[in-house]
Each structure stands twice: as structure tokens, then as C-alpha cells.
């Protein structure tokens, strides 16, 4: 529940931010113009994900025969989540990774790499499938859209305002003299620069947020959490040991662990919250529930 209202929190801070920007550009005209653009972009990858994503990857699919296993996992995760069966797809590679993809359960799609596979046990495969499975239930791939869609009228708007301040001409300089001249200028400017990576932090927090939804809600379709807990220590290991995934920026919230590598103040732009915080956290529900 703090995790649904944490989201709910950002989205909202996400419609504020937007909402100021556009008054800040004086008129709805150009928030509408850049509200709609960014809309259409995001719904447009927001239908076609998980096509564009699995290419990206070259994700093979597999079925009962090629990988029995894997399959028989997916489909009793499935059972228990009270979802359809998922497409299943394997990604060539050693670097260990999954992510899920799909609008809604009924066209979702699981990949895992081949790196995954070799180093999970059965239990730990199980929790990072059920962790997956749970972005799919839970609509995450939608909040993602939505607020990527505020977070990219935010920045449509900003560049307008950039260009609108190049080519003023003589409006600006009324405006400068109206605006008390100078202040005018600087508070654009402010608003240039900081209101896209204002958007876009905002953006990553939801993302962060969902993870940690994510990783409960999976633990519960798995039954207990060890099994998500040990795979995410495992992964943490294992991406020192192996070259990274060559993932791309756009699509590294997709992953059961951050593609990208980074430390220190770039931890503001991750996508993923801190492994430790996340094993943390499940080791706290299982001896919430032991008790």
C-alpha cells in the first residue's frame, strides 16, 4: 500500500510540474500541443513494447518442447497469479538478466538470457520469474507509460520555451521590461534546464517505486521471498563476474536488475533501487511471515 500511494505521490508531483511549466510558457495552447505529442509517442511504444523490446534483444521464443523447465515455471507462476500463460523467450548471452514486456496479461511475453538460466537454482528462477510475472499484474507497464508521457510533455515544453526565447525578438525585450527585466530571463532559463530533470528524476522514482512493488507482489505468487532474495544477491555477484547486458537506456527499467552499470550520484538516475535495499526488504517480509 505505501508503494501504491508513493506512486501515486509521484504522479501527481509529475501533472503539478507539468501544470506549472505551462503556466510558466503563458498559455494552454502550447501545454496541450506538447501534452498530445508526447501522449501519442508513449501510447504508440507503450502498444508496440514488447515487439520493439523482444527484437531489440533478439529474444527466441520457446515453448514445452525446446524448454520444459522454463516453461513448466512460467506456467505454474501463471497458475497461481491467475494470469494467462505468458509467450516465453530466451535471449542469447551470459550476462544474467529477465525482464517481462506486454500492455496487459493477455499479450505479455517473459525473456530470460541464457546467462540467468545457467546460474539460477529452481527456487531462485522461480522468484525473479514471479517478480516479472508481477509487473505484468500489475499494470506497471502502464504507470510507466503514463508517467512517461507527463515526463515527456515536461520536456517537449521546455524545448519550446527554448526556442520561444531564441527567436522573441521584440516581445522579449517587452516582457523583460514587464518581468522586471533580468528575472524574466534567469527564471526561463531555470525553468529550461531544471524542469525536464526535475520530470525526469520524478520518472526514475516511479520506476524505483514500482521495483519494490514488484519484488512483494512476487514473493507472494512464489510463495516466500528467499528465492527472489538469494537470485538478487546471486545477480548482484554475478554483474561484476560478467559483462553487462548491452541494454539501452530506454529500456532498462524493463529488467529484473539494472543493465547499466553506475555508482555514486548516478544512483539519482538508476532505475532500480539499491540491490541491498531490495534483499533487505524481502528478508523483513519472511520473518514477518515466520512469525
Request: aromatic residues 6%.
Amino acid at each position: 500500500m505505501a508503494n501504491l500511494m508513493k506512486t501515486g505521490v509521484l504522479l501527481a508531483a509529475l501533472t503539478v510540474l507539468l501544470v506549472l511549466i505551462g503556466g510558466g510558457l503563458g498559455g494552454q495552447n502550447g501545454m496541450i500541443m506538447a501534452f498530445v505529442l508526447a501522449m501519442v509517442m508513449n501510447l504508440g511504444s507503450y502498444w508496440f513494447s514488447d515487439k520493439i523490446v523482444l527484437a531489440m534483444y533478439r529474444a527466441q521464443p520457446v515453448d514445452e518442447a525446446s524448454a520444459p523447465g522454463l516453461y513448466r515455471i512460467v506456467r505454474n507462476l501463471a497458475t497461481r497469479a491467475g494470469m494467462p500463460m505468458p509467450r516465453v523467450y530466451i535471449i542469447p548471452g551470459e550476462a544474467p538478466n529477465a525482464f517481462a514486456t506486454g500492455r496487459n496479461p493477455e499479450h505479455a511475453a517473459i525473456a530470460c538470457t541464457e546467462g540467468i538460466l545457467r546460474i539460477m537454482s529452481e527456487e531462485e528462477l522461480e522468484g525473479v520469474l514471479a517478480h516479472e510475472l508481477s509487473h505484468v499484474r500489475n499494470r506497471d507497464t502502464l504507470i510507466m507509460a503514463i508517467a512517461a508521457t507527463l515526463a515527456g510533455a515536461i520536456t517537449y515544453m521546455a524545448h519550446m520555451a527554448q526556442w520561444a526565447m531564441i527567436f522573441g525578438g521584440g516581445r522579449r525585450d517587452s516582457d523583460e521590461h514587464e518581468s522586471g527585466g533580468g528575472a524574466g530571463i534567469f527564471g526561463g532559463l531555470l525553468m529550461i534546464v531544471l524542469a525536464p530533470i526535475a520530470a525526469t528524476l520524478i520518472q526514475l522514482a516511479v520506476s524505483r517505486s514500482r521495483e519494490f512493488q514488484a519484488d512483494a507482489t512476487g514473493a507472494q505468487i512464489a510463495g516466500q521471498p528467499w528465492g527472489l532474495a538469494k537470485a538478487l544477491e546471486k545477480l548482484e555477484m554475478a554483474s561484476s563476474k560478467v559483462e553487462p547486458l548491452q541494454a539501452t537506456p530506454a529500456t532498462a527499467h524493463l529488467f529484473i536488475v539494472n543493465p547499466l552499470t553506475g555508482g555514486g550520484w548516478t544512483t539519482l538516475f538508476a532505475t532500480h533501487p539499491p540491490i541491498a535495499e531490495r534483499v533487505a526488504r524481502l528478508r523483513a517480509m519472511a520473518r514477518s511471515q515466520a512469525r
